[in-house]
């Protein structure tokens, strides 16, 4: 069975800091995606980013970059100068190896993220 | 172009009830996914479906069901509701091909009473 594990259930932070969110998964398959989902108050879950099991480099996007490391079955996400807009609850997510199990996420119970000003 | 879009956003029911909640794709796509959210339990997926055929199933009774229509709008059923079937539930769509990028409604807020 798949798991997925967030250790942090709050942080809180203050504007222009750097926070790390920490992701823990669990899988047997040898082919698996992991993604990062953000959730603002309004509920709607925004896609950040989707890694392959065969890709583990390290990828940067704008203030986001994500840390993927096989050998500790991690996959986590750094925000660099926060910000107060980025005040969420953070997923990280893992699905299967193809077809309709692509689509099939088990989720972590998340991070709620606090940015003040 | 659009998002997702699902309907209603909230509803109450009372315990017994049944309800139908709706959700329209991206245009374009074919696969809809839902998932349940709830304090307790987390994120939990319950369905997906792929050209009006369901190709994945998560652990819930089978008070819970659902169906897709050959426009790709999908419908999820609860019937017989109980208090703890209150929660936010998600659709999310995608191409259906390949690895799942999956773009989520804002969702339906049930509650039980």
């Known amino acids: 069975a798949q798991k997925v594990t967030q250790a942090q259930t709050e942080i809180s932070v203050v504007e222009k800091e750097d926070v790390t969110l920490d992701c823990v998964y669990e899988?047997?398959?040898?082919?698996?995606?992991l993604f990062w989902y953000k959730q603002p108050p309004s509920g709607e879950l925004v896609f950040l980013i989707r890694r392959n099991s065969f890709d583990e480099q390290n990828e940067i996007s704008g203030r986001y970059s994500w840390n993927f490391q096989k050998s500790t079955s991690s996959f986590n996400f750094t925000i660099t100068a926060s910000q107060v807009v980025d005040s969420a609850v953070y997923f990280c997510?893992?699905?299967?190896?193809?077809?309709?199990?692509?689509?099939?996420?088990?989720f972590g119970k998340g991070t709620l993220l606090t940015v003040n000003p | 172009k659009a998002g997702v879009t699902q309907t209603p956003r909230y509803l109450i029911k009372t315990r017994g009830q049944q309800v139908t909640l709706s959700c329209s794709p991206i245009s374009g796509h074919r696969s809809v996914s839902w998932y349940q959210q709830t304090p307790g339990q987390g994120l939990q997926f319950l369905f997906e479906?792929?050209?009006?055929?369901?190709?994945n199933k998560g652990n819930f009774p089978g008070r819970f069901s659902g169906r897709q229509f050959s426009n790709s709008r999908s419908e999820m059923n609860v019937s017989t509701l109980e208090l703890g079937d209150s929660a936010l539930y998600l659709c999310a769509s995608s191409s259906g091909g390949g690895a799942g990028e999956l773009f989520f409604g804002e969702g339906s807020r049930l509650t039980v009473l």
């Open positions: 899988t047997r398959d040898t082919t698996y995606y």
């Open positions: 997510a893992l699905s299967g190896p193809g077809g309709g199990s692509n689509y099939k996420l088990t």
């Open positions: 479906y792929f050209s009006e055929t369901q190709r």
